[in-house]
Nanobody, 118 residues
Framework: VQLQASGGGLVQTGGSLRLACAAS????????MGWFRQVPGKEREFVAR????????YYADSVKGRFTISRDNAENTVYLQMNSLKPEDTAVYYC????????????WGQGTLVTVSS
């Protein structure tokens, strides 16, 4: 599966952005999806994940209550709604996919930059 992330940009503190990750192929519903982020010079960190059916989600403590992950299997797209953004949310955001029976994310999008100004 190929992933294409979009929706990043510059936003002020307290603002909102919605990221989208479009997947190619006809088997999107077989993949659990995740969002990660990385600041230059730091390790990539987990942000959120969603099961293949969309019935279960999980968030990093740092974004819980502010970010919402969702998916539309008919559109082969996963979203990350980001509200109440903080300067520390500034990073390149990546979407990733793993088959439902795999432990590791094997497929990664190219990343989209989110910059939150103070």
């Amino acid at each position: 599966v190929q992933l294409q992330a979009s929706g990043g940009g510059l936003v002020q503190t307290g603002g909102s952005l919605r990221l989208a990750c479009a997947a190619s192929g006809r088997t999107f519903s077989r993949y659990n999806m995740g969002w990660f982020r990385q600041v230059p010079g730091k390790e990539r960190e987990f942000v959120a994940r969603i099961t293949n059916s969309g019935t279960s989600t999980y968030y990093a403590d740092s974004v819980k209550g502010r970010f919402t992950i969702s998916r539309d299997n008919a559109e082969n797209t996963v979203y990350l709604q980001m509200n109440s953004l903080k300067p520390e949310d500034t990073a390149v955001y990546y979407c990733a996919a793993k088959l439902i029976y795999r432990d590791q994310y094997a497929y990664w999008g190219q990343g989209t930059l989110v910059t939150v100004s103070s």
